[in-house]
Every structure is written in C-alpha cells, then in structure tokens.
C-alpha cells in the first residue's frame, strides 16, 4: 500500500547515526518565518476559462458583443417590416386589421367603412388581374403601333431635313442617330450591370437596416443602454399601448391583441401639456377604468417614468382615461415665485378676482376665486399646508374691505405679520387658546345671525366680507376642556366640551352654524387641518366646505375624508404624492378654479411666500388699511386681580386642589374666571410669580403659603420699580 501513495512534497532524509557524542541540533531564531507549505500550480484549463471569462465580460467586449448582435438584427428585423409592408399593400390584410381594431373598440360604423374599403380594393385587385389576360396582345400591338409610328416620324423628319440640306443622305440622319443612342445605352448597361448586380444585395441589406434601425427592431437587452433604461424617453403611442398591453388586465391585453393595429385606434392625440403630455385612451369594451387607476404605478414603470409623474383622471366620455405624463424629473424642478412678491402693484377683489395660488400640472397658472366659499385644507404635518393657506389670505388682505379674525393654534407666529390687519389675532396651543378660538366662531355665529336679520329686513343691504381662519383647526377638534357652570345651589359643575363631534361641542356646533349660512351673507370659515380623521375633523364639517385641498396624505381613506369620494373616484390622489418631496403640492376639489371640462380635481404646485417675502405683502395691505387695532385676545376682565383672588378663595386652608380653587374662583367672578380658566392657565399664573402648583398623594394641589410668597414677591418688584 505504501508503495500506491503519491508525496506532493518531499520528506527531509532521516540524519545519520553518529558514532561520536552527540549534540543537539540548533535552534532556529525566533525571528525566522516557519517554513511554508508551496502552492499548488492552478491547471491550465482553469488559467485559460478566467482569462475567457475576463475577456467575455469585459464592459467594452460587451458592448462590441451587443453592438455587433444589435445592427445584425436591425437587418431582420427591417426584413420583417418591409415584407409585412409588402403584403398588406398587395393584400386586404391591413383592411382587415383596421376593421378588427374597430369592432375591438365597439365602433361598428368605422368597421363597416373598413369592410367597404376592403371590397373596393378587391374589385379593383380583380380588374387588374383580368386585364393581365389580355396584356400581351395589347402589349404587342402598342409596341408595334408604337415603333412604326416613331419609324415614321423619324423618317419624316429626314424628308425635311434633305429638302432643307439639299441632300438626300439626310432622310435617314434622324433615324440612325437614334440607333446611335440605343448602342450608347445598351454599352452602358453592359459596363455597369455587373457592379450593379454586385452592390444590389448590399444596398439592399443596408435599405433593410435602416428600416430596422429607425423602427428599433431588435430585442431589449441588444438595444443601447440609454434605449434599455428609458430615461427620458419620449412618449409615443406605440409606447403608451405597450404600456397598457403590459398592464396586467387579461381582457385589455386580449382586446389589443385582437386590434389589427395593435391598439393604435384607443387613443386620441397626444398633446403637449406644461411639463409633460396628455392623452385620452379610449378602453374595449369589458375594461373598467377603476382597473387602470388601480394599476398606477405599475402603468407608471411600464411608461419609464415614477409614479408621481403619472396621473389618471376620468373625463366626460365613457370608457375613458385621460393620462396625464411628466417629462422625467420635471416635477423637481420648482416653479418660480408668487406674483404676489413679484408685483408690488396688485390688488385684491373679493367679489371678481382669483388669488394667485400656483401652477397646474400643465404649467397654466392656478387661480383661485374665494368669492362665497368655505375652505378646508388638510394634509400631513410641515407639508406646506399653513403656507397654502396663508398665501390666499395674504392675497385676500390687498382688499381692504375684508376682515379677518384668525386663530392660530400652532402659536408659533407664522400668522403674526397680520397684526394691523386682522380684528382678532389668537395665537397658541393651549386649552386657553382653543376656548378664544372656539368663542371668535360663536362670535361670528352672531355677526352672521345678525347680517341675516338686516337682510331680511333690507334685502339689498351688503357686508364687508368676514373670513374666520382657524389654523390646526384639528386642536379645537381635539380639546378636552369642557364648558363650566354654577348651579342654583352654588356648585360648580362641568358642561358642553369645546371639542369633539357631537352635537354638544361647541367649536364643531359653531363651524356647522356658519357652514349653513355664512356664505349667504359673506361669512367664511377657513380652516386647515393635519392627517383627517372622524375625531379630529368630523364628517359635517369637512363637507361643508365649498373648496376642499389636500397636501400629501398616508391612505386613500384618508384622500376620501379630505376631498370627498367623488374626486378621488375621478382620480384625485393625494395619497400618492411623496412626503417631503411634494412640499407645497396640493390636490383642489372645487368649482372656484379652472379644470378641464368633466374634471372633478386639479393638481396645484403652490407658490411658497417665506415668512420675510410674506411680512412685505402683508405691509402693504397695512398701508391700504386705516389703522385696524387687532384684538390678540377675546377681550376679559382685567379690573380683577387674579393672584389676589386665588390667595382669597384658599382662606386659611394650608393647600386645596386646584379643581376646587377653579370652582371657588368661578363662584367669587363668573364672568372672570368662567369658561376660560382651567388648570394650564392657573399653573401658568402661578409660574409667572415663581410658583406652582404641586401634586400631594396623586393629586394637584395648590399650597397657600406659596401663593402668599408670590403676593409678596410681585408687590417687592412693584415697589422697586417705583422706587426706580
């Protein structure tokens, strides 16, 4: 067995006993590398497979490879399409291509035009063939007639050019010169027909490449790389009908192919419009259009471009989409800045004109009237919904006959430039500022109520318009606090919420109030509104508006909630845009702008005003104003001293909760310490004077020696300023 095993190294040859003493070996270093096993040399079948490999893969070997497969089947392709073209011009193929397409898209009346057209060429086709019968003998006889005709003429013109020479050898001089020219032309055939006859199948495959080169007749992966991604790539109707075929609807699919033209005859014109092209596709019959909608993005990827650079709406005629197709990443690109910053000698009519808000997706500029219209825009939170609505008031405010009264229950003064302009200015988060707001909109439940009683008595009398703008209006919606009230008896008891949905909440009872019959006499809510929902924009509300706008939202139920199911049955999708991305794009369902005829919804790319452009608009509707002094607060009681009774209502008791301080206030001053007082605003009370309150056993308490040290802290620092 030994013998059969093969050593790939060689073993070190056993040492030689010694006869002397012996002595041990050296040590090697520690220095020294171990001795290493030597490689095994690769075979030369393995070298050479990389070396291929390499080669094959090669990116410009590649391309060599897919150019050369590319132009070779351009060829075959050409082939194809002039033999195709060949038959149906010697054939009724292409009549009866036409006249399938057409009973395809159910147009009978097309269909029998096509089938008439196709019996005409047939009769035709039939006299040309019978006329071939009889071609030979006519043949013969034309040409016969024809040379001794020409014999003649030539014979004659002789005659006159020997009389007129004097010379009788001239009678055949035409005659021979014309012999002359057909030698000339046969010597010439003879020297060329040879190369002719050589170059004609060159000429020939080159006539077919460039019918398959410009048709692009070749398989995807031998086309150029720009080809292949399709970038950019413009739209064509062979493209868009490739585009549905692929779609992935069985029936559609079945319909084209039955269509002799492949499917040209579903589609109107293509039309150039703004950043993109728009066309009408007509669907067979058994394709709904809700089929199409639901297959966006795929419609979208099978056209080469994003899903937001695709949109499907239903026009008037049936069994119709309407496609509307970006140029690739036009819709990053920004649009340019509001007329409203750019021309500092606009003005605003209520009645008559249209804010300029944006720009459609066909580049058309979006205006619109806010002439008797409530409005509600809504959309995710820093999506441009505040900026949106902002730009419509700052339009509305060149008017100097309208009023504002505005809430702003963000608070973080991105409506404070309209200070001087607006009557009523609120601005915050707090339950404090949700009750302001929610009594500015009683308020105008009132001035509303009291148009309508002059109006009944005066029906030619006229308002100054009266827009009442509640911004985040989803806070009011959301409020906990509850009305208060005393009882005969004396107890302070808990009443109507100022939020929620039901009848009982007072915010939503009064939108609904001027939602019934505000318009009629210029009263106009507005309001904007984060991600829609039942509780935080309950359903009468959003559907009392007449203008309804929608930034990016999360689910189309939400799209449904904030535009109504009619625009986004009719294509509006909101819920398609991207977050981030689609900054300031809104989706408008309204009669107050211009739409395409049959459309229910528009897609606008607003206008951003920033906050120091937007503070120079809004200077110059100061200056069209006659000194309007805004109100920051719904007015109160400032006679009282609220420290001074907070001290007085704890008596000598060392603490009390502060629920039970509320009531004792309310009962010392209802009109002060009303509905406006709840525990944020007595905590921030105390905390404007160094104190506040603090929780013993779980509960909120308010100590009477802390509120005591704030009395006597507030009356040092009065005395010092005095002193001072």
Same mark, same amino acid.
């Given at each position: ?16 006993? *010694?006869? +002397? ?8 270093? &520690?220095?020294?590398?171990? %001795?290493? =096993?030597? /490689? #095994? ?114 014979? *004659?013109? +002789? ?8 010379? &009788?050898?001239?009678?055949? %001089?035409? =005659?021979? /010169? #014309? ?546």
């Amino acid at each position: 067995m030994s013998e059969n095993v093969v050593r790939l190294f060689k073993e070190p040859n056993p040492p030689e006993p *010694a006869s +002397g003493p012996q002595t041990p070996p050296p040590v090697a270093p &520690a220095t020294e590398k171990p %001795t290493t =096993l030597a /490689a #095994v040399p690769v075979p030369l079948w393995v070298r050479s497979g990389r070396v291929v490999r390499a080669t094959v893969t090669h990116p410009h070997v590649t391309a060599a490879l897919r150019g050369g497969a590319r132009h070779s089947l351009y060829v075959a392709g050409g082939a194809r399409i002039v033999t195709r073209r060949v038959w149906e011009s010697r054939t009724t193929a292409r009549y009866e291509r036409m006249m399938r397409a057409a009973e395809a898209a159910g147009n009978t009346e097309l269909a029998a035009e096509w089938e008439e057209r196709g019996q005409r060429f047939r009769d035709a086709r039939h006299r040309r063939r019978m006329d071939l019968l009889t071609a030979p003998a006519d043949a013969a006889r034309g040409l016969a007639i024809g040379t001794g005709m020409s014999i003649g003429a030539l014979v *004659a013109l +002789g005659v006159v050019l020997a009389i007129a020479n004097k010379d &009788a050898a001239d009678v055949v %001089t035409p =005659l021979m /010169a #014309v012999v002359k020219l057909i030698k000339l032309l046969i010597t010439i055939v003879t020297v060329v027909w040879g190369p002719l006859v050589t170059l004609a199948p060159f000429l020939a495959l080159l006539g077919l490449w460039a019918v398959g080169a410009h048709q692009k007749a070749a398989p995807q992966w031998a086309l150029p790389a720009s080809v292949r991604d399709g970038e950019g790539e413009p739209i064509t109707p062979s493209i868009v009908v490739k585009a549905l075929r692929d779609l992935g609807v069985a029936t559609l699919r079945n319909a084209i192919k039955e269509m002799g033209d492949a499917g040209a005859s579903m589609l109107g014109p293509i039309r150039i419009a703004g950043c993109g092209v728009e066309v009408d596709v007509t669907l067979p019959s058994g394709v709904s259009t809700n089929e199409i909608q639901g297959r966006r993005r795929k419609l979208a990827e099978n056209l080469s471009r994003h899903e937001h650079e695709v949109f499907i709406t239903i026009p008037p005629a049936a069994r119709t989409v309407r496609l509307w197709i970006a140029d690739s990443g036009a819709l990053d690109e920004p649009i340019g800045p509001s007329p409203l910053v750019m021309d500092e000698t606009m003005t605003a009519d209520y009645k008559k004109g249209k804010a300029p808000w944006g720009e459609d997706l066909r580049g058309d500029a979006a205006e619109l009237s806010v002439y008797q219209r409530h409005l509600l825009i809504t959309g995710r939170s820093n999506q441009g919904k505040t900026a949106a609505l902002r730009a419509l008031a700052l339009w509305l405010a060149l008017d100097r006959s309208v009023q504002f009264w505005i809430a702003d229950l963000k608070g973080v003064g991105d409506w404070s430039m309209f200070e001087g302009i607006a009557d009523v200015l609120i601005e915050g988060p707090s339950d404090d500022h949700v009750i302001q707001a929610t009594e500015m909109v009683e308020a105008a439940v009132e001035e509303m109520n009291r148009r309508i009683e002059v109006r009944r008595t005066d029906p030619a009398a006229t308002f100054p318009p009266l827009i009442v703008t509640v911004d985040e209006a989803q806070v009011a919606f959301m409020c906990p606090a509850k009305t208060t009230y005393v009882t005969e008896k004396g107890q302070v008891k808990s009443g109507a919420p100022y939020g929620g949905s039901k009848a009982d909440s007072r915010y939503f009872m009064a939108a609904r109030k001027v939602h019934n019959q505000g318009r009629a006499v210029d009263v106009l809510l507005w309001q904007g509104t984060q991600d829609p929902t039942d509780q935080n924009l309950p359903k009468l509300v959003r559907e009392g508006a007449h203008t309804r706008a929608s930034l990016v939202l999360g689910t189309e139920s939400q799209a449904r909630m904030a535009l109504g199911d009619k625009a986004v049955d009719d294509g509006a999708a909101p819920h398609m845009l991207r977050q981030g991305l689609d900054r300031g794009t809104l989706v408008v369902a309204t009669d107050g702008i211009t739409m395409p005829p049959g459309q229910s919804s528009l897609t606008v790319r607003t206008h951003f005003i920033d906050d120091d452009p937007a503070a120079e608009v809004a200077a110059r509707a100061r200056a069209l104003r006659e000194g309007v002094t805004t109100l920051r607060v719904i007015e109160q009681d400032e006679t009282r001293d609220a420290l001074a009774d907070v001290a007085a209502v704890l008596r000598d008791e060392p603490k009390l909760r502060t629920n039970e301080v509320l009531k004792r206030l309310h009962a010392l001053a209802p009109e002060t310490y009303g509905d406006q007082w709840t525990n944020d605003r007595l905590k921030r009370l105390l905390e404007e004077h160094g104190e506040e309150p603090k929780k013993s056993h779980g509960v909120m308490v308010l100590h009477r020696d802390h509120v005591l040290r704030a009395l006597a802290r507030r009356d040092e620092d009065g005395s010092a300023s005095a002193a001072g």
